[in-house]
């Protein structure tokens, strides 16, 4: 009898935008795995409902995206540590036929910086600008890979009080006032915020005010390049954009549903940039 397919997902509401069944199709045609990875559109009063029968339509897991990372975390049976530090799940699987949560978003930002700007983590204090979902997986990235003092910058304060009371020693709040002071010894700037996507040019901060040796990352991957790269790249320093972190945090979750670990390559980079050109 032949094996069953091996099926997984991504789950979001709307979902239409993923560039992930495309990222792991290209790694099931790669490897000859005789797999699925699809796109499925979830409204949130439906999420608990679809996820307790996961396991009945044969899927091995999947990944979880806007609105459902906090509600995952919620209903998952088990939950790995850098979920339960980053107070999120986007990707599933099963063990035993218990329900795992995990979250690979600090991976991926890590990942990211880790092939284009190796030695980042030593290169001094980190600014990381915006309090949401996506500052919290690059502050336990941050964490984990021993940055000592990090800056949450956010037009919110108490936003960034909270991050700071979350993640403890070495993590500090501030508004945006404080901005340029925060920059002057700064060795890497990560803008997790909306500003510099279509539509919104503002830069979300002045690369000029940075020190010679900063790398400058943005996570917004479209565009490629948004006003803080260009920014920082005309004024020589290494900026890193925001798609590698989308490739790399696909890694982990490939390997618990299909058995591979999968690279991220020029090759794969080039497919989804050619998928983002319609649309920029």
Not at 1 to 19: D, L, N, Q, W, Y
């Amino acid at each position: 009898m032949a094996e069953p397919i091996k099926k997984a997902f991504v789950t979001g509401h709307p979902i239409r935008h993923s560039r992930s069944p495309k990222i792991h199709g290209h790694w099931l045609a790669q490897h000859g795995i005789d797999g699925s990875y699809q796109a499925i559109d979830v409204a949130p009063e439906d999420f608990a409902q679809f996820l307790a029968t996961l396991q009945a339509d044969g899927y091995r897991g999947g990944n979880v995206t806007i609105p459902h990372k906090e509600a995952a975390f919620a209903l998952v049976d088990r939950r790995d540590e850098a979920a339960e530090e980053i107070g999120a799940v986007n990707t599933l699987w099963f063990e035993d036929g218990i329900l795992w949560g995990g979250n690979t978003d600090g991976h991926g930002f890590a990942a990211n910086l880790d092939d284009h700007a190796p030695g980042w983590a030593s290169n001094g204090p980190a600014v990381v600008l915006g309090a949401g979902g996506a500052s919290r997986a690059i502050i336990h990235a941050l964490k984990q890979r021993g940055v000592a003092d990090i800056r949450i910058v956010n037009r919110t304060l108490a936003r960034a009080e909270e991050l700071r009371d979350r993640f403890g020693a070495g993590v500090s709040a501030h508004g945006m006032a404080a901005t340029g002071e925060l920059l002057a010894d700064a060795g890497l700037l990560v803008n997790t915020t909306a500003l510099g996507m279509h539509g919104n040019e503002t830069l979300a901060a002045d690369p000029a005010l940075l020190p010679d040796h900063a790398i400058v990352n943005d996570i917004v991957y479209v565009p490629l390049e948004t006003p803080l790269l260009a920014a920082a790249r005309a004024r020589k320093l290494k900026t890193v954009d925001g798609l590698g972190m989308l490739l790399n945090q696909a890694v982990p979750g490939f390997e618990r549903w299909f058995g591979v670990r999968p690279q991220v390559t020029a090759g794969l980079r080039a497919l989804i940039v050619a998928d983002l050109v319609p649309k920029l």
